[in-house]
């Protein structure tokens, strides 16, 4: 195995992702595990985290970069919220002390916004990312998820940003409410969803009356899961959209994801005209973390 | 005890309310279980019945009144849905067959609407019985829940109606989201309830951020939970007046119930300009069964 030169962590809420990484930045070794912040009490992130790369230790002190959940306050340090607008990148990473002398800690520090007030963990290090592999670059960057972001990006800075609690929506809906026996657990249907996103964007404010409907539909026509599972989708990136209209029009979007939701994203926004590049949330959070990396360098 | 005469009975998804009626439609006796129908097989709901109100029944034959979710697919027996527009007052009971001979149940069907899709068990009752009470009272009548209803009537008919589904919304986001460490259980703050309901009524597409903005206000600016929880009511009601407004909108509006939920609609629904009376759910569901039960006398 090539040598491990330094390691990036994402660690947040639910799992841990590390990967090691040469000293061109490449990957040469990658583990996870389900040890994430919600599990772990402070003292316990040291000891999670040379279970699952204490193979890629060598005898003396290597550096650790860590973004996400882990740097909150119910996490292993707080690394305190950078407030917008403030670089993509940042040189102010938190320093945890180890027992372990093998360990280098240092913790990315999420961003907030006073007004609305707002937070991020975790995506700032993806934009960051982004913005290493494409300078200068100017737009919005959309990050779908159970808190969606919507970033403005201008002269390498995050200007100002807005998260939407549409996927945890979804996910209670879809899994806990009434329609827990109408929604299918997967499968697609782009046309039930391009029908209900038109008409969610063009009316929002029906979502409750829409989502009942499904129920009501599925007890009198027998409408189908899936058809209930996209129409659900539907409606509500469609209010999201609704809302984050100032965010994407006339806009450049670069979504930074790839999977199922990110794919829906991407969709609902080419078929409002935006040009929209995706990227793979991995490659820009590794961007990131080795962003964040070069300026360990600097400091120690 | 005044002798009971018949019994009216509304039987929900998690409770069973039972009251033993005079000759005069008086309330002589009363009775509640949590034997709902989501907790009884068909075959349980006559033992569940009499378990309540066996010491009501003389010798001869007693007629039982049923309306609720014991006339759903799953309960009792299936008391098929009437189609709007339709009488408010339905002549068209379900007879259900019982072991015991002391009982002759009769269940009052359920509404539905095919455009958009719609469904109501119960509510028909309340607004029987409100109709009952008010002779040719045109206008709008607003059931507020766990699937608020709205219903257009005129001439004594049911014209059309639609159901939000904003209450489980709200327990769903109030309990199970990440916005239960935000939200206090109870407690209330009618001026943050509303200028989060102009803010909603206003911008209802900007719902989702709104819900992770009180979570962010909570970590950066320790927003207190009974703020939260009364914002958190005032922008889900929000949206729900926008889109109820073609309802509500220079109409005389009648809500039935007399909860804390049904006194932030007759709040809301004050601010707006709206003439809003409000009435007793047990008051119009005893009136509109005392109603249903006439037809039983003409039938029988």
Redesign the interface.
Known sequence: MTEVNWIGVDWGTSNLRAWGMGADNTVVAEARSDAGMGTLPPEGFEAALIDLVGGWLGAGAMDVVVCGMAGSRQGWAEAP?RAVPCAAKTDTLTQVQTSDPRLRVHIVPGV???Q????MRGEETQIAGFLALNPKWDGVICLPGT?TKWALVSAEEIVSF?????G??FA??AK???LRHTVAADGWDSGAFDEALDDSLA???????R???L???A???E?DGVTARSRLSGA?IG??L???RPYWLGQQVAVIGADALSDAYVAALSRQGVQVVQLDVDAMTRAGLAAAHENVGAVT
């Open positions: 919220y907030k916004q006073a609305p007030a707002d937070v808190h807005q998260s939407f609690m549409t945890e929506m209670l809906l806990q409410s009434i009316n929002p404010a029906r979502l409750a009356a989502l009942f409907s129920r009501a539909e007890l009198l026509a409408l509500l209010v999201e609704a809302a984050a």
